[in-house]
DNA sequence: TTCAGCATGTAATATGTTACATGATTAG
DNA sequence: CTAATCATGTAACATATTACATGCTGAA
């Protein structure tokens, strides 16, 4: 159930249509959990019957009509329920790390490994271009500001290990030739 | 289709049987793809419809019959063709990182945060017992046993990472009182 | 005129989780 | 006698992915 708690949380910070969140989910709180607005289109319906979320209608001319979600009071408790309760160990599915421990086909995994390590930096980057932009100086932050600062922090230091890890699997490979 | 590859990249290592397998992935191979008994079981049915694995029955006397699955040669074919395949940016998914980003809570973070960085403590020391026993000698190493040492390294950095955010995190909210 | 962006969805399929189901042996 | 381990599954439900569906505006 977790997506409706990423969607009630964006939500707080502004309320949006179901477009807009599937934008926010295209990157900023997408990063932590991905989702496809086919997702999102349909978890609004079933929080909106739950009372988590009430929407109005805008029309808007030469554009289709909009309708913007905002959380309730009772999404705010469930926030909050949610809140409260332990969040397990979350699962990793590395198809990446899979392949690696099937090794047969070297230049595979090089090729691999190069385009992960240029993911990486490319989104190392955006994190450290929202980091100067959003948050010059973190000793002064409070509240929900202090919450997402510590996330970008974690993508930072994701995306850091990412690449040296790339770069430890390359050193290994290329220093051995062929197999 | 990726849990179809874990169990055929297990099944290179060793021929096992649906519940060999279930322990498996409880561990090992299940760090980087977790799997219950429940999915292989019907992965492993659909891998025999499409000739990728094939089993053999051994009755065991005082003991359930155990069906033992092998990997075929198409089911190597598969495995290569896979391999083939760039693997694209695996999605995270975590409630923790949401979590933070919605910061109402502060109790409930700190509570979470040290219970994760205890599980990273614990899961980083059993990856350091495995990597003295089983590979005591890395510059050695070749094909497979490589693959599968840098899979390995590669969660051993993922867990340091893990301890070094979460000390972060206590830092910056045990440094500045309640909210 | 073609493509990107705005804006909403449904439907089918695949995958993952939780609950149910059975039954023997061995260690405490 | 109770719980854990061995060994196999089915069924129901929840979630995620992929394909399909529509239609307007503005920029290249």
Redesign the interface.
């Known amino acids: 159930m977790?997506l409706d708690?990423?969607i009630?949380?964006s939500l707080?910070e502004r309320a949006a249509s179901g477009y807009d969140l599937a934008r926010r989910f295209d990157a900023s709180?997408g990063?932590?959990?991905?989702a496809s607005h086919q997702q999102i289109y349909r978890v609004l319906a079933r929080m909106q019957e739950a009372g988590w979320v009430e929407s109005t209608v805008q029309e808007q001319d030469g554009r289709p009509d909009k309708k913007t979600y905002a959380i309730t009071g009772a999404g705010r408790d469930e926030?909050?329920r949610?809140?409260?309760q332990?969040?397990?160990?979350?699962?990793?599915?590395?198809?990446?790390?899979?392949?690696?421990?099937?090794?047969?086909?070297r230049d595979?995994?090089l090729?691999?490994t190069r385009?992960?390590r240029a993911?990486h930096v490319d989104r190392l980057a955006a994190y450290e271009a929202s980091e100067a932009r959003f948050y010059p100086d973190?000793a002064s932050l409070?509240?929900?500001d202090?919450?997402?600062w510590?996330?970008l922090?974690?993508?930072i230091?994701?995306e850091?290990?990412g690449i040296?890890?790339c770069d430890?699997?390359l050193t290994?490979?290329e220093g051995?030739g062929s197999?």
Chains 1, 2 share one sequence.
């Open positions: 977790a708690h990423a009630l949380v707080t709180i990063y932590f959990w991905p926030l909050d949610w809140a409260a332990p969040s397990g160990r979350e699962a990793i599915r590395s198809d990446f790390a899979v392949k690696l421990r099937g090794f047969r086909d595979a995994i090729r691999d385009a992960r993911d973190p409070e509240g929900q202090l919450g997402a510590l996330a922090r974690g993508g230091s994701t850091r290990r040296e890890w430890e699997i290994a490979l051995r197999r």
